[in-house]
Structure formats: structure tokens, C-alpha cells
């Protein structure tokens, strides 16, 4: 298991778990400096995927390496928006990509993804 410093991670489990060739990215959710959940989906969307691009970089890696992700809205009607501020971060890198809706555990989460990325860049 690898833990990383500085991401918001509950210490029940691994922001990261290394396997063969693939990295395995836990879920993120849009926590602010103090532990808050606030914002819109389309920040909270940022935010996590600002996340998962922390614990990357800790193992030397962009966006770039992610293969795959997993999303999970609370709200079908905001996907427009989600997907507004996901196509902006990934730009031209199109991952594969399951999009579910569904309760999320932390009260205030609209959105969590997770992502599979491969090391080798």
C-alpha cells in the first residue's frame, strides 16, 4: 500500500495502490483545505480531479497516465456541467471513462472519481 503526504485521504485507505503496471487511484472527493465539501459540480469536479492529479505527481506522473475513470454524480441533471469542467481538464487525453449516478457517502459530495493510470506514463 503507498500513502501519500498532503492528500486528503481517510487513513482507513490508500490514496494509491501500485499493481503490475497500473496504478490504482481511490476515489476523491472535492474536500477544501479544512475538510469542507462546498461548491457547484462543476468545482467540486475540479477539485477532484485536481486530487488525483496530486497523488500522480507523487509518483512522477501527469493526467496524461490516467487509462481509465470512474464517476460517480449525485444528480443526473448536472452532468452537462460535470462534463464541461472533466473535457476541460483532459483536454485532447480522452480516458475511458463509467459515469454513474448514485448517493455519495459524504454529505455535500455531488461528484467522486476514481482512475486507473498506467506507470509507465
Given amino acids: 500500500m503507498i500513502h501519500e503526504e ?65 464517476v460517480w454524480l449525485t444528480d443526473a441533471t448536472s452532468f452537462a456541467a460535470f462534463n464541461d469542467a472533466y473535457t476541460s481538464f483532459f483536454g485532447d487525453h480522452k480516458p475511458a471513462r463509467s459515469t454513474v449516478v448514485a448517493a455519495l457517502a459524504i454529505t455535500g459530495a455531488l461528484v467522486e472519481i476514481e482512475a486507473v493510470a498506467r506507470l509507465d506514463g
Fill in 6 to 70: 498532503n492528500t486528503m485521504t481517510a487513513p482507513h485507505l490508500s490514496p494509491a495502490v501500485a499493481l503490475g503496471g497500473s496504478l490504482f487511484l481511490s476515489g476523491q472527493i472535492a474536500f477544501d483545505d479544512r475538510g469542507a465539501v462546498t461548491g457547484d459540480v462543476a468545482q467540486q469536479t475540479r477539485r477532484c480531479l485536481d486530487g488525483l492529479e496530486a497523488v500522480l505527481h507523487q509518483h512522477g506522473l501527469d493526467r496524461n497516465a490516467i487509462a481509465k475513470t470512474t
